[in-house]
């Protein structure tokens, strides 16, 4: 049996909203092509499953549970996003996908922290996960 992502958000305890709601209305002001979180909601178009697609999804899902992660320091907010996003694949029994779709997000900690005193929270713990 294959998995969906509404299937995925409702293990979660999410609601995933695929552009037109239970009332029959269009769901306006969220991209639901590359996807969009709010507080108990996930906005994202049914689509097949794939690796880069479970990432993205899994760091909505993470939005989705904590709101306050978008108001974060950027480089902090992409390293509890892959911290969130871990645990909640642990919880639906999926594997994370492989590291290069997280290439990107590596680079860009190791970038934004590079010059900073390790007294900075969760510096030293985002700087290892970066160099790996």
């Known amino acids: 049996m294959r998995r969906s992502y509404p299937a995925l958000a409702g293990e979660l305890g999410l609601e995933c909203c695929s552009g037109v709601l239970r009332t029959g209305f269009y769901c306006h002001g969220f991209d639901h092509r590359a ?15 794939t690796k880069p697609g479970l990432a993205r999804f899994l760091n909505l899902a993470a939005i989705a549970q904590d709101p306050d992660l978008n108001e974060d320091v950027p480089w902090r907010r992409v390293y509890l996003l892959y911290v969130r996003s871990r645990q909640l694949a642990g919880r639906l029994r999926v594997r994370m996908p492989p590291r290069e779709v997280y290439a990107h997000d ?19 713990e985002a700087f290892n996960w970066a160099r790996r």
């Open 106 to 124: 590596r680079a860009f900690v190791r970038a934004s922290i590079a010059g900073m005193p390790n007294n900075v929270a969760l510096r030293r």
């Open 35 to 49: 996807g969009s979180a709010e507080a108990g909601r996930i906005h994202l178009t049914d689509i097949r499953v």
